[in-house]
T-cell receptor, first 113, second 114 residues
Framework: SQTIHQWPATLVQPVGSPLSLECTVEGTSNPNLYWYRQAAGRGLQLLFYSVGIGQISSEVPQNLSASRPQDRQFILSSKKLLLSDSGFYLC????????????FGPGTRLTVT | KNQVEQSPQSLIILEGKNCTLQCNYTVSPFSNLRWYKQDTGRGPVSLTIMTFSENTKSNGRYTATLDADTKQSSLHITASQLSDSASYICVVSPRGSTLGRLYFGRGTQLTVWP
């Protein structure tokens, strides 16, 4: 069966510090991978998606970046965090198919102070 | 403009009661519509998924309906339980998307009181 992991689960970082969030998927090959951010009281906002190793597409301009060094690994990074980067970050995966069901990870709660 | 609107924003009901959550969308054409349940501090979990040709889908005490003509969907929860307290998110997938691109509503926060 497929599982998706995210870490860390929670993170408190000062403004201007770097960020690295990791997401890994098990039990599937060549998945589409997604990073979402969910601010308090807001819907999920798609940040990045990837259809393969090294292939990253950005949905919104920001000071975040993403990388996919391995087939089932997706990393969200920042060189200098802003207060507005606080939120709940979700990684998701899907495979091509009729429904394109997306399966979400447990999330990372990021607080920038 | 948000293409998926949900109402109400929040809802409080007593345990054992029924409730109905609403979703209006403008995404067109669309492939399917899903309802997700998101517990606080957790990732969303899919409850139901309906294609444009289906008008109802059940998953235990959860029943989703879809009217593709009026672009409305509802999620009905019967005999609510304390564990139903969560955010319920309506998600629409546009037809022809090769990346599983989804449009998310902001969710309805449901609280079930004992």
């Amino acid at each position: 069966s497929q599982t998706i992991h995210q870490w860390p689960a929670t993170l408190v970082q000062p403004v201007g510090s770097p960020l690295s969030l990791e997401c890994t998927v098990e039990g599937t090959s060549n998945p589409n991978l997604y990073w979402y951010r969910q601010a308090a009281g807001r819907g999920l906002q798609l940040l990045f998606y990837s259809v393969g190793i090294g292939q990253i597409s950005s949905e919104v301009p920001q000071n975040l970046s993403a990388s996919r060094p391995q087939d089932r690994q997706f990393i969200l990074s920042s060189k200098k965090l802003l207060l507005s980067d606080s939120g709940f970050y979700l990684c998701a995966w899907s495979v091509e198919g009729a429904s394109y069901e997306q399966y979400f990870g447990p999330g990372t709660r990021l607080t920038v102070t | 403009k948000n293409q998926v609107e949900q109402s109400p924003q929040s809802l409080i009901i007593l345990e054992g009661k029924n409730c109905t959550l609403q979703c209006n969308y403008t995404v067109s054409p669309f492939s399917n519509l899903r309802w997700y349940k998101q517990d606080t501090g957790r990732g969303p979990v899919s409850l139901t998924i309906m294609t444009f040709s289906e008008n109802t889908k059940s998953n235990g005490r959860y029943t989703a309906t879809l009217d593709a003509d009026t672009k409305q969907s509802s999620l009905h929860i019967t005999a609510s339980q304390l564990s139903d307290s969560a955010s319920y998110i309506c998600v629409v997938s546009p037809r022809g998307s090769t990346l599983g691109r989804l449009y998310f509503g902001r969710g309805t926060q449901l609280t079930v009181w004992p």
